[in-house]
C-alpha cells in the first residue's frame, strides 16, 4: 500500500463528512471494557483519539504507513508507523478497527482471517469500506484513464477493490465470528466550487496525480473536473454527492 495514498490537506477538507461513517462503525462494537484498542489505517489519529474517549481504560494504538498522515496526531494514543499487511500486536487485541482502509489492500479477505487471529478471546473486529467503486466518482476516472490518458495512467485502473456484504459475512462466520455486515449510502451536501473533485483529490486521484507532471496534472484535472461537475451539478445548497459505504462487525 503506497504510503502516499492520501493528501493529509484535501483529505481533512471534508472532514465531517469522512468521520460520520466512522462513528456509526464504531457504534456497533459491544465491547464494555478494553485493555487493548487498535486502529489500523489511522489515518491522521484524531478519529483513534475518540477511542480513548470510549474506551478510557484503554491503551489506544494507531497504526498508517504514511507518516505525513500522523505526524501532527493528537495525544492520548500511541502511533506507529507501519503497513497494515504487515503489522502484528505484541498482544491480543480486544477491539480492531479499521476505517476506509482495506480497498486499497488487494487480497484484504485473507488478512482478515489473521486479524480474527490477533483478537482476543470475545475481542472485536470492525471495518468500514467505500462501495461506490461504480458510481460516477470512479467511472469517469477509470474512463479517462482508459482512454484520453491510456499511454501514461492505463495500468493504473482497477476494478472493485471490496466485497459486497455478503462476502465479509460469509467470510468472518466461517471463522466463528458473529457477524453484524450492513451498508448505507449518505448524501453529502459538499459546498464549494468543483466539490467533487477535491473529495476525490484527496484519495481516488492522489495516485494519479503522482504519475503526472504538473503540466499533465493540471490537464487532467481540468478534464476530470468538467465530467464531475456534470455528473454532480452543484445547486445553491451544495453538490449531492451519494456515497454508499460497507460496514462489518465481527465478533470472536
Known amino acids: ?76 494514543p500511541t502511533f506507529e508507523v507501519a503497513d497494515v499487511r504487515e503489522w502484528r500486536p505484541d498482544r491480543p487485541v480486544d477491539v480492531l478497527v479499521s476505517n476506509a482502509v482495506l480497498q486499497w489492500v488487494p487480497g484484504h479477505l485473507d488478512l482478515l482471517e489473521r486479524w480474527v487471529g490477533d483478537l482476543a478471546e470475545g475481542g472485536w473486529l470492525a471495518f468500514q469500506v467505500p462501495g461506490n467503486f461504480g458510481s460516477p466518482s470512479h467511472s469517469i476516472i477509470r474512463e479517462l484513464c482508459r482512454t484520453e490518458w491510456r499511454d501514461r495512467l492505463g495500468d493504473l485502473v482497477r476494478g472493485a477493490p471490496v466485497a459486497e456484504p455478503v462476502e465479509y459475512l460469509r467470510r468472518l462466520a466461517t471463522l466463528g465470528c458473529a457477524v453484524d455486515a450492513w451498508e448505507t449510502t449518505y448524501v453529502h451536501v459538499l459546498q464549494g466550487e468543483d466539490a467533487v473533485l477535491t473529495w476525490v483529490r484527496g484519495t481516488a486521484l492522489r495516485p494519479i496525480l503522482d504519475r503526472l507532471s504538473p503540466e499533465e496534472r493540471e490537464a487532467f484535472l481540468a478534464e476530470c473536473g468538467a465530467r464531475l461537475r456534470e455528473a454532480y451539478p452543484r445547486e445553491p445548497y451544495g453538490t449531492a454527492f451519494p456515497f454508499r459505504r460497507i460496514f462489518v462487525v465481527a465478533h470472536k
Not at 464494555?32 to 489505517?41: K, N, P
Open 1 to 76: 500500500m503506497d504510503h502516499d495514498i492520501w493528501d493529509p490537506a484535501v483529505y481533512r477538507a471534508y472532514a465531517d463528512e469522512r468521520s460520520r461513517p466512522f462513528f456509526d462503525l464504531v457504534a456497533r462494537v459491544g465491547a464494555e471494557r478494553s485493555g487493548y484498542v487498535v486502529d489500523l489505517g489511522c489515518g491522521s489519529g484524531e478519529l483513534t483519539a475518540s477511542l480513548c474517549r470510549r474506551w478510557p481504560a484503554a491503551q489506544v494504538h494507531g497504526v498508517d504507513s504514511s507518516p505525513a498522515m500522523i505526524e501532527g496526531a493528537p495525544p492520548g
